[in-house]
């Protein structure tokens, strides 16, 4: 780990100064809407009997009920996720509509409403942000294992630039994991998985351990096989082996006070990929064998280690609130690709392992956030803050060949580059509500964001008779401001009913195109990309409750939106801004709880999205073979990796056996329509065709939750979906083919648990 410098330990002593002051001043009770202090201790408490109406959510910086917020928001409990071992937001996708997740031999990459950053360049920024309890984390490997002991997770779709800030132009994240209890209490949680054949151990002991201070300590341990044979190594792959511990404590040493520091180490190491080999000229049929051996780089895989650490204080200043966030996050790794060599069509025949990458990368980041909250019941409410961070970026790639006929002779060699990059930002922020009536909230907010970066690219050729790549070097700096604005009426109809309407804006900064050889001064740099958001809502509780119906609409704009595109004929990436384009669509949820201990959710999207100007694009599949990018130009066609429908249906049902046995049973259906998973939208090979994958958890448990068995299934129906798709074409590999990154097939796991 790089140490901290001058500048971040100056900002820090802000929080240390904050809980110097919490000792310091007079007790009094907490101000009314401040958020919850980030000590106050978890009840355990059943999820299944939480309806939607009752749902607490931080969206807005504050505690509010779901149903308060004017903002299209999905949540999903800490104990759904565990029920269905989710580990990732991959696994989450099935319980949020319009939420896509691409996988790939880089970074797994979130869209929502079908606006994200392509995975090809490591360097991008993202679109949609994670944030693991206050602390941005924009890179996926920063946090390996968020969806772990946690409390709940928020999706925000839309542009979240005034209160989030930090590249939310398409959407955010909102990770809150699980904190201390208010007596002594502990889980251990235990898995086998038959089809991936290897255990998950999981559990917590939390409590408090003084009048004033609690602690919770949560662990995981994961050590699995995977769903592809790998007829070269005789193994099933991907293996993963995963180690995460979280140790949390929360301190409350006066009424008008709390700080509460987390820290969570993650190390996950992946042996194998999950890319198949497939023909060109049908469409995707993946099986589930493949043949890779181990390249000159070494055996297949991932490796991570991460870190993050964050201290969150609340002080009582009279009736306001003011708090300091600060974090540090840090990570290591290394992922090492080969693509599968079995000859599409050829009855198993195999060649060798002829084009292979390894990226190593090292990253930290300190964050700073201090923010002031108004007390709540007044005509004007108000957040006002600020947020600073600055990082550290460095990514190797390693580029290797083994071809056997290029150009009429064997090619054996290897292009290596370095990318680093520094960034510093800063922005001030503010939100105010003004309670025009009793009925009638009208919402402003802005962010003003100042964003710096350095970077520096270079390419060499460490062995081969000649580079098979350009050889190049770049240097760039980027200072740039954006300002984001949002502008909300809320009305209340009546106790049950709230419509809103909303618009924001949202950006994204500059940067470097970070791992494409032949990167040079001219071609180094993109712009930012902003987004505007145009939404009304209307959120609905009946029945006492019982009945719960949200729906919303909207029309969400991206200029100069970041795209880093695949090139078949020249097998590299195309990186920069596309002109402008356009999604609207609508969203809807509805909740149902018939009976006590039984209820039902279905949550459903339609969203149509296209470029309104994308000139200079990259030429699609579909289009004619005189097509050339300079004079391409792609409006009016609907980006890939989105689909017009998403939906799924849950089904939860309580069954009292005895007064001490009870049986819980929970289903889930969830699909989506079909879409391109390709860049180059191949009309045979790139469509991965709709499809609806079935979840079921059947449990056996005490009415008093001290233990439980269950059995688990996912993906049921055993759908071979894949979540990218490209050309490999010759002579970079002796007969060209389609690599599809298969996702999990069907797989059953039996688990027992025990709570004290």
Known sequence: MRPINNIMVSTAALAVAIAAAGTATAQQAPAAGAPAPASSLSAAADDNTTTMAEIVVTAQKREQRLQDVPISISVVSGKQLSDFQVNDIKGAMNLIPNVFVQSTAGNDVIYIRGFGSPPANFAFDQSVSLYVDGIYAG???????????LARVEV?????????????????????SAGPTKTFQAEVNGLYNFDFKGPDVWGWVAGPLTDTLGVRLAFKFLDQDGYIYNRATEQDEPQTKQQVGRLTMAW???DNFDFTARVEYANRDIVGGI?????????????????????????????????????????????FTLTSVTGYSWFSANTVNGFDQTIPGG???????????????RFDQFSQEIRLLSPTGKTLEYIVGAYYDKSNYTLDQLQGFNILNLFGSPYFGRIDSRFNQEAESYSFFGQATVHVSDQLRLIGSLRYTHTHKDGDFASRLVYGPFAIRPISSAVGTIDESNTDPSATIQYDINDRIMVYATYGRGSKSGGFVSNTLGTTNATFTFRPERS????????????????????????????????????????????????????????GTLSVFPAPNFDITASASYQDIKYDDYPGAACLASQPATCR????????VAPAYS????????????????????FDATGIVAGRSKFYNSDNQSPVFGIQQGFAKVDLRLQLAAQDNSWHVALVGKNLTNQRTTGSAFNLPAPITAVPRVILYLEPTRNIAIEAGFKF
Not at 347 to 361: A, I, K, Q, R
Request: aromatic content about 8%; charged content about 15%.
């Open 139 to 149: 890179r996926s490997r920063q946090a390996q294992a968020p969806f772990f002991d």
């Open 156 to 176: 925000l779709r839309g542009p979240q630039g005034a209160l989030f800030g930090k590249n939310t132009a398409a959407g955010a994240i909102n990770i809150v």
């Open 252 to 254: 409350a040493p006066s």
């Open 275 to 319: 890319t198949v080999s497939s023909p060109i000229n049908t469409e995707q049929k993946p099986g589930t064998t493949r043949f890779l051996q181990e390249s000159a780089l070494g055996p297949e895989g991932t490796q991570n280690e991460s870190v993050i650490v964050s201290g969150t204080g609340n002080l009582a200043l009279g009736e």
């Open 347 to 361: 009855g198993g025949t195999v060649t060798n392992n002829s084009v292979y990458n390894s990226f190593p990368e």
């Open 532 to 587: 505007r958001n145009y939404e009304a809502g209307i959120k609905s509780t009946f029945a006492d409750g019982n009945v719960v119906a949200n729906v919303s609409i909207y029309n969400t704009q991206f200029e100069d939106l970041q795209v880093s595109v695949y090139q078949p004929a020249s097998s590299t990436y195309l990186t920069g801004n596309a002109a402008s384009a356009t999604s609207k669509g609508i969203e």
């Open 629 to 636: 990018p300079a004079t391409n130009n792609l409006a009016g």
């Open 643 to 662: 689909s017009k429908f998403t939906g799924n249906l849950q089904a939860h049902g309580r069954f009292d056996l005895s007064e001490t046995l009870r």
